[in-house]
């Protein structure tokens, strides 16, 4: 009797196990990205994985808590992590993830350079990186205009044909395109800062907590707005949506990268087609007037990783993240 017993449970044993051979092999073989993973020289402890954050999100409005630990280099696997540039630094920071999910459709822009870093520190890295890039002026409007090269021809054949069909492509204004470190900064209190004072007004924030926010550096600021977007005090203008919609964080700007351009004629949807046929796509949702060189066709957006959003009636290119 004890011998059948032990038989049954060898062979049930043993079935279970061939069964779990199976689903592993095919478990391998969809999600490449872990694969790759536990190939990363890097990866000297147990690492998490880096897409898990999708699947466990279920927090709304604070979405970043549960990521704490991503390997330094990316996955090859395809997709937006395997289209970005060789010697990227993968942001491990909260901030550094967030801003890469939400404005990162740049850094997987063709035939441009993008940062490697998607937060840069000092006012020196940014110039650094504006003085390693390949870039042109060009007056457009008016105003005198800086873009990496590839973008700026683009931008000169968009202007051509949008001439042909009496529709015109100017900046909104002097720092539509090129931005400094300081600029983005400048920008960046002049919502923080009236947004303190509005929280402070609604009994929502105490006047010490809103000077202790003020005195912080730049990039201890960042952290704590988005702390409070979390909690409901938004701080774009009129406070009802999030700051980066408005403006960007200290050091994210895509127009530190010189691949970016506000545009005067936004809203007309046929000068967002010309735009789009020479490889300037809208990626980040409610910034309507700013546009983004990604040099690829719309049809090959999908292949380097971006997802499309339709927001206000509008097409946006994001990460896949
Ligand atoms: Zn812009």
Redesign the pocket.
Known sequence: MKIIKQIIFVTIFFMFGVLAACWSADSNKKTRTNNSETTSPTTSTATPKINDNKTSNNSPGDSNNKVTNTPSTPPKSGGFQGNLPGGFQMPTDEVGQKMLKEYGAMFVAKGVTPPNTVVFKTESEVSAFQAGVQKSSENIGGFTMELQTAAMNALKEAIAEAKGKNLSITPRNAD?SKRSYQQVLDNWASRVNPGLVYWVGKGRLPQTEANRIKALSPVEQITEIFKLEAQGMFFAQGNQKTIIYSVAPPGTS??ISML?L?VAQNDNAAVREVLARHGWFQTIPS?L??FTYLGAQENELANLGLKKVTESGRTFWMPNL
């Open positions: 539509s895509q127009h970016a506000d910034d007037p700013h």
